[in-house]
């Protein structure tokens, strides 16, 4: 809300995120016998073609195992989906569209490597009263002409209440 981007604050949200399998470690295959060496460069994830430079096996991608059965949790992924709580921290002045990144918030990665960025799109919603033009607020207060030519002190609304200003 408006009164939120004025004053701060913090807000719950709830993400799915992609978390590494818990039952076998990201691995993909099943714990109990997933795994076996790759008969084609006999675990050693090296290319043994008659070739000058030796690569990596294409069998096995270098890993030097060969998944034979998949991990049921993730179906061989590697990944599960998670319903995560987290508390975002609205900064005072935001306005829609700006993105918030929560580091290390994101998706786990498939290999090796950093948990992913979460980056929060604001959206705020309009106000019954107030339109917003940068980090200025405006409202239609209506006058008589008689108090704008002869001046007079008028009530005006503010996010936090009511105060008056002067009309000269």
Partial sequence: TLEDVATGGERDIEVRRQVT?????????????????????DGTGKSSSRRVFRTQCPHCDGTGMITVKKC?????????????SLKVRIPKGVATGQ????RAKGNDPRAAGETGDLYVIINVTEHRLFQRRGSDLFCTVPIQ????????????????????????
């Fill in 72 to 84: 049921e949790t993730c179906t061989g992924s590697g990944r599960t989906e998670q319903l995560e």
């Fill in 145 to 168: 002409l008689t108090q704008a030519a002869l001046g007079t002190e008028v009530e005006v609304p503010t996010l936090d209440g009511k105060t008056k200003i002067k009309i000269n």
């Fill in 99 to 102: 993105k918030l990144k929560l």
């Fill in 21 to 41: 399998c818990r039952t076998c470690g990201g691995q993909g295959a099943d714990p109990k016998g997933g795994k076996v060496a790759c008969s084609a460069c």
